[in-house]
C-alpha cells in the first residue's frame, strides 16, 4: 500500500506544491508549514567548509566533538534544516526529537509580534515564588489541555534531566509520607538529614532498566544505562536494574518468544522487588520509557506495561513512565502509554523536548505536603508555556495526531518493505506512529547509513548501538515520507 | 555620610526624576531606566484579592505554597515590581536575584524587535549537534566577554543546578584521567560502569560545607547542607562536609578571632581529605560558594579561599567556585571571587541566575576527550546567549559595577548605621557591593521584618534561618538605596 502512496509522490516529484495525485487516505494536500522546499538539496560535503570553519571556532571554546554542522535557523523551514552552507536537510530527527511544528512555523514567529508575549520573554521570573498575570490559566490551556488520562497536576521544569531529577524526588518524599503516616519529621531526622545520615535521608531506591536513558545528571544517571560514554567515572548508587524486554521481529512471526520475553522480564522485576526490599534497600519506584529511545528504541508489549503497574502497585511503589522522547503525539497518541491500555493513570508522566518546557505530571497523592521540596529558581519558564499554547492548539486544529497515523503507516510499511528487499541492511523494523527504527548489522554498518543518508539530503540519527531512529517532526506528512524513503533507498543501493 | 546621602534624597521625595540634590559621590543622576515610578505604591494587603484569586487557579494545578503574590510583568519597570492588586513594590530581590537589569529593560525588548533574533526565539536547537550560524561569535560577545581570570572556554546548560551537576561531572572525569595517564577505559570499565559497578564508576567525592547551597538536583543535593526541606527522604552519598566560617560582627572589631575561625575551618578541611582519602573515597574536588548565599549570607575571608586553594592544589583536587548567585556583577566585582585575589585562576566556575543561562568556565584541562560526556539535548539556549549579549554590553558601557559599588556604599552604611540604631533587630551587618544581608533575633523576627518591609513597599527575602538578603539588580542606584533605607527604618521602627 505505502508503494501506491509513495509512487503517487514520485510520479509528482515530490513536490509538495502539486500534491493532486495523492493517495485517497491521505488526508492533508499541502504542506502544514508553507514555504518548504520541493526536497533536500546537497551541494557540498557535509560538515562543509562555513560549518568546519565556525566548528574550528567552536573547539576554541569548548568540546565540539559531537557537532554535526552549523544550521542556518534563518532559512530553515518545516521539515527541512538549512546549513550554513547551503545544504537543505529533509530533518528526520528534529534536534534528538525536540521539535513539535519544524522550523519556523509562522504561527510560532507570530507569538513574538504580540508586544505582551515579549515581555514574558524578557522578564523571567522564579515561578514557584512570583508567577504573572494569568499564568494557572496559560498552564491549563497548555500543558493540562494535553494532560496524561487521569492527571489535573503539572509541575514544570526547564529540562529533560531535571524534570526526571525531581519527579524522583517526589517518589521519594511521597513513600517516606506513607511510611511515617500522620507524623511529622522527627528533630532527628531534620538534623541528620542536612549532614547526608539517616534516618532524615533514606536508603529508598528505584527501579530502572537495563538500556533505559533517563538523564545525564547525577540522580537520572543512576538510571540510565545505554551507553560508557554518560557513564564511566561518575559516582553511582547501587539500586536495581531490570531487564527491558528485548523482541524479536517480524513481531507476529514470534509471538510466542516474544511472550515469554515479557514473562522473564517481569519475574526479574519481581525478584528484584523482592532482594532490594530485604536488604533495606526499598524499592520505591519503577522508572521506564513506553520505547526505550537513546538506548536503541526498543519497545514493549502493552501487556508488559500492563503487568509491570500491577507489580508495581502490588509493591506500594510508584509508576514512573518517562515521556520526555516519546510524549508530544509522534508515536501517534499525544503520549506513547496511550498505547498500553493500562489498568490505572499512570503515578508520574515525565516531559521534556517536544514540549519545549520540562515537568512532570502527577497524581494528587505525589504532591508534597510543604512548599520548596520541589523547587527551584526558575521551575521551567512562562515563555516556554505560551509557546506550548500555541503549540497544542495548531495540533488540536490541524489533527497533527491524525497526520502521524496516516504518516507513520506510511513510513513502517516502507521500511517493512526495504527490510524485506534490503535484509541485510534494514532489520528489525519497528514503530508506533513515525516514531520508527530498524537495525542494522553492526555500528559500522549504521554509522556508515546515517552518512549516506546525509549524502542523499536526509538528516538522521542513531539510537544505541546498531539502531537508525526516525525522530520527524509533528508536520512530517505523506509526502515527506515518500520523499525520505526515496532517498533510503538510494543509500540502500549505495550500502549493499 | 550615607546619612547626608539619604537626607538628600528625602529632601526631593526620593525622586528619580529631580536628582540635583545628589551627594557628590554618586555619579548617576537618573536611573539606568527611565519610566520608574518615584517610589513604592502599596494599596492592598501583599498577596491582594487578585493574587489570591489566582493563587487559588494555581492551587488546583500545582503546590504553591512558596508563592508570595502574582506579578504584572507588563508594568513592572526597572527596580520596581507590579502585581496584580495594583502594588508597586521596591525590588531588592529580583527573583531570587536572577535579573540583572530590573524588569522591561527598553533595550532587552529591542532585541526581540529583530526579525532575526525572533527566529533564534522559536527554533531551539540541539546546540552540542546543530548550533546555529554565528553561535561561536555569540558566546565570544557575552560569555567569554566576562569570562572570570584565566579562563577561555565555556560550556553553557539550562540552570543552575544543571551547572553544578554537569561542572561535578567534568572533575570526576578529570580527576579519573589523571590516575589513569594515558591508558584508555578497559573493557570491565566499560562494561561496569552501565551497570553501575566498580570500577568503571568511581567512588570520588566532592568536599562541601555545612551552610552549602549548590542545588536540589541529586548530585547537587549531596553537596547541599541548608535546610531539611531540601534533604528529607532523599538518598545521598557520605562525602565530606567541612565548616564554613562563621563570623563575628564587626568584621574589625574580631580580627583575631575571625583569623582563627578561618584556621580551624581549613584545619578540618585537611583533616577531611586525609580521612576520605584513606577510606578509598578520594576527594576530586572542593565545591565552595564565595558567599553563601541560600545559607544565609556567610562571607569568608579572601585568606581562607587563597589557602582553600593551596589545600585542593596540594591534594591534587580541583577547586570549584558556584558562582550562581553571586556572579554579575551586584558584588562590585563580575565575579565574586575577584575580590579574593587567589594565586591562581579557579579550576571550574558555575554561573546561572543573572547570567541568564546557566553553565560554567573551566580550565582547559577539565575538558573531556570524548564528545557526550558532557551533554544533553539543549546544552543552554541561543536565545539567552543573544539577551546576554546585550546585558554584557549594557553593563560595560553604563558602568554598572561601578554603580554597584556607589549604591553598595550607599547601603552597607546605612544598614550600619542601623546596626547602631536598632541593635534589637539589625545585626551583623555584612556585604559586597549591593550583595548585603543582615541578621535578626529569630527566624520569627526576621520573618516578621520581610513581611514588614513588603507593608512598606519593599520586596526582599531571607537567607538561611535568620538573616534578610538584599540581592538588587545591577540598575539600583543611590536613590534607590535611599527609598529603600527609609522604608526599611519604617518597618525597623514597627518592629521595636
Known amino acids: 500500500m505505502w508503494r501506491k502512496i509513495l509512487n503517487s509522490f514520485n510520479s509528482v516529484k515530490c513536490s509538495a506544491h502539486n500534491p493532486s495525485l495523492l493517495a485517497n487516505n491521505v488526508k492533508y494536500l499541502s504542506s502544514f508549514v508553507s514555504g518548504e522546499p520541493t526536497g533536500p538539496l546537497v551541494k557540498t560535503a557535509i560538515p562543509g567548509p562555513r560549518s568546519l570553519a565556525m566548528l574550528s571556532e567552536m573547539k576554541k571554546i569548548q568540546i565540539s566533538d559531537a557537532v554535526q554542522l552549523f544550521a542556518d535557523y534563518s532559512k530553515s523551514i518545516g521539515n527541512y534544516l538549512y546549513d550554513v552552507d547551503g545544504n537543505i536537510l529533509l530533518d528526520v530527527y528534529t534536534q534528538i526529537s525536540s521539535i513539535p511544528l519544524g522550523y519556523n512555523h509562522p504561527e510560532l514567529l507570530d507569538v513574538l509580534q504580540d508586544k505582551e508575549n515579549i515581555r514574558t520573554f524578557i522578564n523571567r521570573p522564579a515561578l514557584g515564588v512570583f508567577p504573572g498575570e494569568n499564568y494557572p490559566q496559560r498552564v491549563q490551556n497548555s500543558l493540562l489541555r494535553i494532560a496524561p488520562k487521569g492527571h489535573t497536576e503539572v509541575t514544570t521544569m526547564a529540562c529533560g534531566s531535571c524534570s526526571n531529577e525531581n519527579a524522583y524526588k517526589a517518589i521519594f518524599v511521597w513513600y517516606r509520607r506513607k511510611q511515617r503516616g500522620d507524623k511529622s519529621y522527627t528533630p532527628e531526622e531534620e538534623t541528620s538529614c542536612v549532614m547526608n545520615q539517616l534516618p532524615g535521608v533514606s536508603d529508598l531506591t528505584l527501579l530502572s532498566f537495563k538500556g533505559a536513558f533517563h538523564g545525564r545528571t547525577f540522580g537520572t544517571l543512576i538510571t540510565t544505562h545505554t551507553k560508557p560514554v554518560h557513564k564511566l567515572d561518575i559516582p553511582t548508587k547501587d539500586w536495581p536494574i531490570g531487564t527491558f524486554p528485548r523482541y524479536k521481529y517480524p513481531l507476529e512471526e514470534f509471538v510466542r518468544e516474544n511472550e515469554e520475553e515479557d514473562r522473564r522480564c517481569l519475574a526479574e522485576v519481581e525478584e528484584l522487588f523482592d532482594r532490594y526490599n530485604k536488604r533495606g534497600k526499598t524499592v520505591a ?46 508515536t501517534g ?43 527551584n529558581t526558575w521551575m521551567g519558564e512562562p515563555s516556554k508555556v505560551i509557546l506550548l499554547e500555541k503549540v497544542v492548539e495548531i495540533i488540536k486544529r490541524d489533527k497533527l495526531i491524525e497526520n502521524v497515523r496516516v504518516t507513520g503507516d506510511v513510513l513502517l510499511n516502507g521500511l ?81
Open 285 to 330: 519506584g519503577v522508572v521506564i520509557e513506553p520505547i526505550q529511545s537513546e538506548g536503541g528504541d526498543h519497545h514493549a508489549s502493552p501487556a508488559f506495561f500492563q503487568e509491570l503497574q500491577r507489580i508495581a502497585k502490588k509493591n506500594g511503589a510508584a509508576l514512573l513512565i518517562d515521556e520526555v522522547q516519546t510524549g508530544g503525539g509522534t
Open 333 to 375: 497518541e499525544f503520549w506513547c502509554h496511550d498505547h498500553f491500555n493500562l489498568d490505572h493513570p499512570v503515578d508520574i508522566v515525565t516531559y521534556s523536548k517536544k514540549m519545549l518546557i520540562g515537568g512532570y505530571f502527577s497524581l494528587p497523592e505525589f504532591r508534597p505536603r510543604e512548599g520548596y521540596r520541589i523547587f
Open 416 to 496: 517493512k518493505d526495504f527490510g524485506k528487499r534490503y535484509p541485510n541492511v534494514v532489520k528489525n523494523v519497528r514503530g508506533r506512529g513515525t516514531f520508527c527504527a530498524f537495525d542494522c548489522v553492526s555500528m559500522a554498518k549504521r554509522d556508515q547509513l546515517v552518512e549516506q543518508l546525509k549524502v542523499e539530503g536526509i538528516q538522521s540519527g542513531g539510537a544505541g548501538p546498531v539502531a537508525v531512529r526516525l525522530r520527524p517532526s509533528l508536520v512530517f506528512q505523506p509526502h515527506h515520507a515518500s520523499i525520505f524513503l526515496d532517498r533510503l533507498e538510494k543509500a540502500l543501493k549505495k550500502m549493499d
